[in-house]
Each structure stands twice: as structure tokens, then as C-alpha cells.
């Protein structure tokens, strides 16, 4: 190895080990804040980071533009953020279930949360177990039409094929 790189690593060392000290305080500095202190600029925070996913734009753009530091907040903030600035995607969920709808794939549905109804691409809101052993999740659409199947509003007398909310713990366990 040459002398240059020597020097880059031993640097590249030296910056580590400066993050994880600064880390190290961050808990302590925010420690002794008052709540309100802290529930101010955590909610300043997320203000600017959900329009930035909504909007886009680099992590520069992020905590210059958007936020308002200049260059001296980069390297403090590199390390959590470039995650969250180069990452954060909102709409990815609504273009995978349109993707999903559009081929008729079901079997990604519970990993996203989405209805598990056939042909129900829409995002899951309700669950509930069943008396299969399942666990339903359903839209709101769903859950309406099938707790409205039910016609007793008596736990102990089940109604024929009884898959809704209100019999799965008492008798469809």
C-alpha cells in the first residue's frame, strides 16, 4: 500500500470512530431536553422528511434546501439520513398492488396488507381470526360485506358458514 492510502484509511478510521463518539453523546444531549423541546423538533423533523418523500430530491437537497443547514450538517447527519433520503419511497406499496392487480398475482397480497378477498387488490384495514385456523385481513369494503352475512347477534348460535367477526373467539375458534 502507498503512503496515500495510508493515510486515506488511517482517516477514514479516525472519521468512524469521531461518528460513533458524536452517537455516543447524541442520547445524552437529547437526555436533558424538555419533552416539548423534543416533540418540537422531532415533528420539524418528519415534516421535512415526508415532503421530501413525497417530493423527492438528494440527501443534500434534504438538509440544505429543505431544511435549512448548510455544509457543517452533512457528516452528522450522513449516516441515518442518506437511509432515509435515498430510500423513502411512499408510493411504492400503491404501485406494487397496481402491479400486482393488473397481472392477478395474489400471492405477495399478505406481505403487502392487502385484502385478502379474491380479485381485492386494496390495502388491508381489518383483521380478524377465523375459525379456519386464518387469519382474515380485509379492506373496509370487505369487512362491511362479510360482518353483514352474520344475521345473530347472539355469540353462543353461530350463523350457517360463520366467518365474521363477532363468532371467532367464542365459537369459531
Known amino acids: 500500500m502507498t503512503d496515500k492510502n495510508e493515510e486515506m484509511w488511517e482517516l477514514l478510521a479516525q472519521l468512524g470512530e469521531a461518528m460513533e463518539e458524536s452517537n455516543s453523546k447524541l442520547d445524552q444531549m437529547v437526555d436533558v431536553c424538555p419533552d416539548d423541546l423534543k416533540i418540537a423538533i422531532i415533528r420539524w423533523a418528519m415534516k421535512h422528511i415526508v415532503e421530501h418523500a413525497q417530493e423527492g430530491g438528494s440527501f443534500r437537497y434534504l438538509i440544505y434546501d429543505r431544511m435549512g443547514f448548510g455544509p457543517e ?25 397496481k402491479a400486482l392487480k393488473i397481472n392477478n398475482i395474489s400471492k405477495a397480497k399478505e406481505v403487502l396488507n392487502l385484502c385478502d378477498e379474491p380479485g381485492c387488490f386494496d390495502e388491508a384495514t381489518s383483521g380478524w381470526p377465523a375459525k379456519n385456523g386464518r387469519y382474515r385481513r380485509t379492506c373496509g369494503t370487505h369487512y362491511r360485506e362479510i360482518t353483514k352475512l352474520c344475521d345473530s347477534e347472539d355469540g353462543d348460535k353461530m350463523c350457517n358458514d360463520c366467518n365474521c367477526w363477532k363468532h371467532t373467539r367464542s365459537m369459531c375458534g
Open 73 to 97: 450538517a452533512y457528516v452528522p447527519l450522513c449516516d441515518s439520513g442518506m437511509t432515509i433520503s435515498n430510500e423513502f419511497d411512499l408510493n411504492l406499496k400503491t404501485e406494487l398492488a
